[in-house]
């Protein structure tokens, strides 16, 4: 599993207690007396996707990094792939 699976999973199960806490199920608004707990949960799912947000970032500048590595080791292959991607006409 992945760290970002992971964090999903947590998500998910971060959720499915929040819904627990609220009214008619939907992870809306808390029940009453459950305040506390459903903003407990919110706030925890909140920083969650905050991190899934920034591994996502971390991705892609490590792909673009990788990206430009090899356009700098090999221009001619990448200007060759370029030039197949073009339309034919």
Excluded at 11 to 17: H, P, S, W
Excluded at 34 to 43: A, G, K, V, W, Y
């Amino acid at each position: 599993m992945t760290r970002m699976e992971a964090i999903r999973l947590a998500i998910e199960e971060l959720e499915k207690q929040r819904r627990i806490c609220s009214k008619n199920r939907q992870g809306l608004i808390p029940l009453d007396g459950m305040e506390e707990q459903f903003t407990r949960l919110d706030s925890a799912i909140h920083e969650l996707k905050e991190i899934c947000q920034a591994l996502q970032a971390e991705c892609v500048k490590r792909s673009i990094a990788v990206w430009q590595e090899k356009i700098m080791e090999e221009p001619e292959a990448i200007q060759t792939a370029m030039r197949d991607l073009m339309p034919a006409g």
